[in-house]
């Protein structure tokens, strides 16, 4: 599943871990049965081990969280939204690199 430092985010916590975070939060969504969700998850995990403390980074299954999943108007996987003060900041749709997704998070 996750990498050790990546955050299982849920419709429950969502608010607590990524809206009232004072670190930037970067989530993707995604789908146990998609695809390009599967070449994007190790370029995610990757991230989190290595910015852990900089930056936090989440997984949520749009399955299992169908609330933030509408909220943020996600319909398409992977989908990678970058959050900082508890507002949303960046979007990218589909699988990507290593280097847009800092570029996103620095951003």
């Known amino acids: 599943m996750a990498g050790k430092n990546v955050i299982e985010l849920t419709d429950a916590n969502f608010d607590a871990e990524v809206l009232k975070s004072d670190l930037p939060v ?12 599967k070449v994007l998850a190790p ?6 081990d290595e910015f ?10 749009i399955d299992d969280a ?6 943020y108007g996600v319909r398409g996987v992977p989908t990678v939204i970058v959050f900082k003060g508890g507002e ?8 990507t690199n290593k280097d847009t997704l800092v570029k996103l998070l620095e951003s």
């Open 26 to 37: 970067l989530v993707d969504f995604t789908a146990t049965w998609c695809g390009p969700c």
């Open 43 to 48: 370029i995610v995990d990757g991230l989190a």
């Open 52 to 61: 852990a403390g900089k930056y936090k980074i989440g997984k949520l299954d």
């Open 66 to 71: 169908p609330g933030v999943t509408r909220k």
């Open 88 to 95: 949303k900041k960046a979007v990218h749709v589909g699988v």
